[in-house]
């Protein structure tokens, strides 16, 4: 290019970033190739962006004081005649951002090169140098100054004080006193430092205090807090809490901080006191165990089931779930405690206490309320049918023989069940009717659990015929069938691909869905063949669509009990061989909880998927809990947000959040975002105003079998023609 006549050397030799504009319009006239190497952008972005582009990228705190400089600037050449002289340059000092994110220091000089008959700046040239080293290193020597200063002025204040300082200097091993400075670094410390902690005078002066802290109190800038609560507030703040010794182990402090000012009461720096406590703890710990706690089993008390039931009792409410009460008494226990003595029936009590707290989930709660009486509280209620699983678990668990002298012993049990809300709502109501209902299950024989309701009674019936009926389908019966949903690209409106979903005739109930059977598949491990003819059904299916010209992505579901399957790479491998369908256009649905279960399991099986073609997208996401590390770390395209969020997406400020900030996430990382349960155009169009690209509902369309979904597809404009699947 040929460049302007006010240079008589290239101005590509020049150092730093030359840079030509036209101070009217904008737009760059010339950039140099110093641009790349400066600030990481090559010299068409910025001819391509013009002075905008620039702008942009300076630091917001510059930005401001940086155009009113070069504002005045040019305002104070348009001031003067055209014939006065204008080459003299004005100096700018700010920060850029590289293309890597980074901020770089910047030292432009600039001067006018030519200006309009009417005396207007037209063009004005720029030469950019970089002197972010030579800023960092005079922040260095600025902040090492500085920290000197302040150091030297609290020990100047401690020497002043001398009961203070004596007290500092001692040898005190029962409590850790240290002087910090202003920015929270230690000064000087007794001998209870490295009493207390196990730090030398070497490996902890200099360093912040925080050090002392936990990791998560670290994380969460207690130190930081503490000294800001101290300075402007009071003299003094207390904090009570976890702090860490040199080899890592943890222990209850006392933490007390004391401002240390000057004469004119400037901040100079604190004293910091700390207790060892955990003793104390350790006997606050023990006292409140044995009052919440039966000392025989040391399963919880009676007064603990009542304090956990109220805390839950709200929360279930305003949530509308489900609670369970399942009281279990043992069968003709006393004869037992007359035959072998009350220390035999103490071993069996406390044995089954312990079989007991084996059948629950984390969030119940197992009590004995005295005698041979136990009480299963259940929280997590995902479906009725749970309640019947832990019964029968129950009586399970507690059958195997018990050998106490010599002695071979059965022990059965009864239950009765009450249920939140409907059989009452305090828990005095759940005990007695509980009680009533177990009174029935030992009329009835005993070694059976009984529920209040009568409702429950016909569900549980209901689940032991469908399980009866289910393994005769999964024997072959032919009474499954699956149903495809299609899901969009939602800026083309072209159909992407199919989920595939089972559906179960059932002979005398007619069609039941997913929710009717599959947990009953999941619990009996009936899931398993029920899993393979769907692959391998969808498969078949997936290629014939591929044959027809339309090479629909097949999306099928994994449970948790199929993803654990150890083969189950190899049998999706088999499958796609077998039926000859395009690995490319498979993809493997798992839930968010399910990919966290055991993490280095789910990534190994993952990179064999994805080695073999297979996507994987994440359903259900932000119903469960995942580590944003795991889910940069898995080999995941898609990520599926739960109809949950969308339903209220656009009248909940709080879903409309979430929804917002998965689309962002999964832009961040590169994957596609699919929302599930789009019911209407209005979520639909918010889903696209906010980028996200592929949709899934009932809008679109309903689940639909084959000869259906055929139909369907003969009236679209939008079938899909050699879709890029990668």
Known sequence: MQHPPIFSINPEHVPGLVGIYNAITGEYLFVGKNAEKILGYSSQDFLSGGVAFTTSLVHPEDLGPLLEKHTAAVKAVEAMDLQSDTSHTICFE??????NGNWVWVQTNGRVLQRTPEGKVEQIINISTDITEQKNTLRMLEEAQQELEARANVLKILS??????????????????????????I??????????????????????????FTLQDRMLGLGERLMHDTAPQSDTVVHEGLLVRKDESSFHAVVTMNKLLDEKKKLLGYS???????????????????????????????????????????????????LALLFIDLDRFKVINDTLGHAAGDIILREIGDRLKRVVDSGDIVARLGGDEFILLLTELEHPTKIIQVAQKVLDVIAPVIRIQNNSLRVTASIGISAFPEDGLDLNS?????????????????????????????????????????RVAVAGENQF????????????NKIIGMEALIRWHHPRLGMLYPADFIPLAEETGMIIPMGDWLLKTA??????????NLPFMVSINLSARQFAEHNIVEKISRNLEETGFDPRLLEIEITESVAMENVTRTNDKMQALKQK??????????????????????????????????????????????????????????????????????????????????????????????????????????????????
Request: aromatic share 12%.
């Open 94 to 99: 700010y920060r850029l951002r590289h293309k």
């Open 160 to 185: 002043k004080n001398e009961e203070y300082f004596r007290m500092l200097v001692e040898t005190v091993e029962d409590y850790a006193i240290f002087a910090l400075d202003a920015k929270g670094k």
């Open 187 to 212: 000064i000087t410390w007794n001998e209870g430092v490295q009493y207390i902690f196990g730090f030398t005078q070497e490996e902890i002066t200099g360093k912040n205090f925080d050090i002392l």
């Open 272 to 322: 910091v006191i700390i207790r060892d406590i955990t003793e104390k703890k350790e006997a606050e710990e023990t006292i409140r165990y044995q009052a919440f706690h039966d000392t025989l089993t040391g399963l919880a008390n009676r007064d603990a089931l009542y304090m956990r039931f109220a805390e839950i009792q709200g929360v279930a409410e305003k949530a509308q779930k489900k």
């Open 430 to 470: 759940l005990l007695k009717n509980a009680d009533i209902a177990l009174y029935r299950a030992k009329e009835a024989g005993r070694n059976r659990y009984q529920f209040y309701n009568y409702k429950m009674n016909l569900q549980s019936a209901r689940r032991l015929f469908i399980e009866q009926d289910l």
């Open 481 to 492: 069938e699956i149903a495809y949903q299609p899901f969009i690209h939602i800026q083309t």
């Open 539 to 548: 498969c078949e299916q997936g290629r014939a669509w591929s044959e027809k």
């Open 613 to 726: 073609g297979v996507s994987i997208a994440i359903d259900d996401f932000g119903t469960g809990y995942s580590s944003l590390s795991y889910l940069k770390r898995f080999p995941v395209r898609k990520l599926k947000i739960d109809r949950s969020f969308i339903k209220q997406a656009n009248s909940n400020p709080h879903d409309y959040a979430i929804v917002k900030a998965v689309i962002k996430l999964g832009q961040s990382l590169g994957l596609l975002v699919c929302a599930e349960g789009v019911e209407n155009k209005y979520l639909l169009n918010m889903l696209s105003s906010m980028g996200c690209e592929l949709a899934q509902g009932y809008h679109i369309s309903k689940p639909l079998f084959v000869p259906e979904l055929t139909e369907w597809l003969n009236t679209k404009n939008e079938v899909p023609q050699n879709i890029n699947v990668s």
